[in-house]
């Protein structure tokens, strides 16, 4: 999905609309990016590569890989990249667990308005 340019955004979300619901919060702000939606590691390791994100928005649990180790990829390919948690649920043990190993911030998808304040 494009919004002119601005931001590149790699959502790694197993479930398109869940990406879509964060791509509509996200313009609710007016925010400009452009986004790619990935679902396997490998797909990832070869995005962050070739799209080149600013920002990966990452849920916390998918069917084939989960959110950790999408985190742990990212920091071994560059530190400088914002992660973002986006999940269902996440208690705060394993909300802990993620800012303590690298993660940028966690947002509920129930709370999904707050995600454009942890983007920017």
Do not use: H, W
Not at 41 to 51: A, G, N, P, R, T
Request: hydrophobic content about 45%; glycine content about 4%; charged content about 30%.
């Amino acid at each position: 999905m494009v919004k002119d340019s601005g931001l590149r955004i790699l959502f790694v979300e197993d479930i398109p609309s869940d990406t879509e619901l964060a791509e509509r919060a996200l313009f609710k702000q007016d925010i400009e990016f452009e986004s790619m939606r990935v679902e396997t590691i490998e797909e990832f390791s070869k995005q962050l590569e070739e799209f080149s994100p600013d920002i990966v928005i990452s849920d916390y649990s998918l069917p084939v890989f989960d959110g950790m180790q999408a985190l742990k990829i990212l920091l071994d390919f560059d530190d400088s990249i914002p992660f973002i948690i986006l999940t269902g649920s996440l208690n705060e043990e394993t909300a802990v667990t993620c800012m303590k190993a690298g993660a940028t911030d966690y947002v509920l998808k129930d709370r999904i308005k707050r995600l454009p304040f942890s983007a920017l």
